[in-house]
């Protein structure tokens, strides 16, 4: 572990997306590379802190230096983020699935000439709105909203309804090249006011967010 402004702190972070069986063989996925999650338990881990990384199936390996807690779907990173807690802080950098599978085949679905499958679904567990609301929240909880339009509108909702203190918005319309790509774009929504950093690598987005945690915590922070 390092020491800097945020050791003796632990940080809990979410990363990835989360995959939502169909059947033993198949299931729903998204987009998520696990990228922005990744360097920011990165750049936590950097400044002294002790992190949880709780990850879904991402396609970039986890940082060193971190504890990881792999999971598969959304049902079991909402347990193992439970289990996680207590924290000084969480960052929600996963993609969640919003729906999983309801009738989920136990065993391989044949196909069947002429028929085709009905998929029903329902919902998943809202774990950044769970963490926020429940017993164990940390000081500081940080949500994201990767939207493809009236990003900021739905981001400030977003803050409001989850009940976290953050949300860093980011615009993921396949213009942006920002799913899945090397570079992001961000607008950090807090509080008490809201502040746009230009595009940059997911490293230096990172970076500037763990040194606002870490400022956030009440840590000496040195420039
Ligand atoms: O509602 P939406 O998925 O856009 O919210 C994004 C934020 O909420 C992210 O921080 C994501 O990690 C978190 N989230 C969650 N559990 C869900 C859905 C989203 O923690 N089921």
Redesign the pocket.
């Known amino acids: 572990m390092f020491e800097g402004p945020l050791s003796g702190r632990h940080v809990l972070v ?1 990363s990835g997306p989360t995959h939502e069986p169909i059947d033993p063989v198949r299931y729903i996925a998204n987009r998520s590379s696990g990228a922005q999650g990744t360097a920011i338990a990165a750049a936590l881990r950097d400044l002294g802190a002790r992190v949880t990384f709780v990850t879904g199936p991402a396609s970039v390996p986890p940082p060193q230096g971190v504890d990881v807690v792999r999971v598969e779907t ?1 049902a079991q990173m909402l347990v193992a983020v439970e289990a996680a807690l207590p924290a000084d802080a969480a960052v ?7 729906w999983r599978v309801e009738n989920a085949g136990a065993s391989k679905m044949k196909k069947v000439a002429g028929a085709l499958p009905v998929l029903s679904f329902a919902e ?6 769970t963490v926020s609301k429940g017993a164990a929240r940390p000081a500081l909880v940080v ?5 493809t339009d009236d990003v900021l509108a739905h981001a400030r909702a ?1 803050r409001l309804r ?1 009940g ?1 203190d953050w949300i860093v918005a980011n615009d993921v319309s396949p213009a942006t090249g920002i799913m899945g790509g090397s570079e992001n774009a961000v607008t950090l929504i807090t509080g008490s006011g809201e502040e746009t950093w230009e595009r940059a690598p997911k490293e230096e987005v990172a970076r500037r967010l763990a040194l606002r945690i870490a400022e956030a915590l009440g840590a000496a922070v040195t420039p």
């Open positions: 979410t959304a929600m950098a996963a993609a969640v699935a919003d998943n567990p809202d774990i950044l709105a949500g994201f909203a990767a939207e977003k989850k976290c």
